[in-house]
C-alpha cells in the first residue's frame, strides 16, 4: 500500500474547470481520489468533467460562487449529503493587475473576496465535517506572491499573503483533530491567468532568466506536491508551504 495513494478518498477542489485547478483534480483523480470540480460556469464544468471522465477518472461537479456563504454553506451540503469528505483544495482565485494608486474599492474587494475570504467559508463549511469523522485535508493554492511583491499586483499580492497566514491560522484551531493544513505556492506557470504574461516576450523572457530552472512551469508539475499534502504521506506535516517554482524564491 503506498502512501501516496488517494483510493477511497474524496476531494473538493474550488476553481477547478480549468487551468492549475484542474491539473490538480487530475492528478488527486490519477492517485484513486474521487473528485468534485467546483467553478461558477455550468458550461466549463461539464466539459471539464467530460475531458477527465474520458480519461477514467472518477470526477463530478458542484457549481457555486465561493464568495457566498449561503452558496457555500448549500454547495458543500449538498456534497456531503452524496459521501465524505477527505480533501479540500482552496484554489480559486483571480488576478487583477493594477497599480495601487489606481485600484478601485470594488476591485480591491473582489480580489480579497475571491483569493481569502472564499478560502474561509469553504474551510469552515467542510472542517466540522472533517473534525467529526477524525481528520482531514485541506490544502491551499497560494503564490509567490504570498512572500513578495510586483508592480501593479496589489490586491492579488495583499489576498495571497494573507491566504499564508489563514492556512497557519486554520492549522493553529484544527491540526489537534487530525486535520492537515498546508499551502502549496506556484511560481510562474502558463496558465489562462496567466496568459498576457506568457504573450509578452519581455516579461515572458524575465521569468525564464529569473527562475533558476530557465522556464515556465505547466500546470501537471503541481500535481505532486498536491497528492503529497493530500496522503497519509503528509500526515504530521502541518502549517507549511511547498513553494514549486523552479528555485525562483530561492534566488535573487
Ligand atoms: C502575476 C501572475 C501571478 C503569478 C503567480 C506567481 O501577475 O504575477 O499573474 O499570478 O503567476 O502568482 O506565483
Ligand atoms: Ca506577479
Not at 41 to 64: H, M, N, T
Amino acid at each position: 500500500m503506498s502512501l501516496f495513494d488517494l483510493q477511497g478518498r474524496r476531494a473538493l477542489i474550488t476553481g477547478s474547470s480549468a487551468g492549475i485547478g484542474l491539473e490538480l483534480a487530475r492528478g488527486l483523480a490519477q492517485h484513486g481520489a474521487s473528485v468534485v470540480l467546483n467553478g461558477q460556469r455550468p458550461d466549463r464544468l461539464a466539459a471539464a468533467v467530460a475531458q477527465l471522465r474520458g480519461e477514467g477518472l472518477s470526477v463530478s461537479s458542484a457549481a457555486f460562487d465561493v464568495t457566498d456563504e449561503a452558496a457555500v454553506n448549500a454547495g458543500v451540503a449538498e456534497i456531503l449529503a452524496g459521501g465524505p469528505l477527505d480533501i479540500l483544495i482552496n484554489n480559486a482565485g483571480i488576478q487583477r493587475r493594477v497599480p495601487l494608486l489606481e485600484v478601485t474599492l470594488p476591485v480591491w474587494d473582489e480580489v480579497l473576496k475571491t483569493n481569502l475570504t472564499s478560502a474561509l467559508l469553504v474551510s469552515r463549511a467542510v472542517a466540522p465535517h472533517m473534525i467529526g469523522r477524525g481528520g482531514g485535508k485541506i490544502i491551499c493554492t497560494l503564490s509567490l506572491m504570498s512572500e513578495l511583491g510586483r508592480r501593479t499586483t496589489g490586491p492579488y499580492t495583499a489576498s495571497k499573503g494573507g491566504l499564508k497566514m489563514l492556512v497557519k491560522a486554520m492549522c493553529a484551531e484544527w491540526a489537534e483533530h487530525n486535520l492537515q493544513i498546508n499551502g502549496i505556492g506556484p511560481g510562474y506557470f502558463e496558465t489562462e491567468m496567466t496568459a498576457p504574461l506568457v504573450q509578452d516576450q519581455v516579461f515572458s523572457g524575465w521569468v525564464k532568466s529569473r527562475t533558476p530552472a530557465g522556464r515556465w512551469g505547466q500546470p501537471a508539475e503541481l500535481a505532486g506536491a498536491a497528492v503529497f499534502l493530500a496522503s497519509r504521506a503528509s500526515d504530521f506535516v502541518n502549517g507549511q508551504i511547498i513553494y514549486v517554482d523552479g528555485g525562483m524564491l530561492a534566488v535573487l
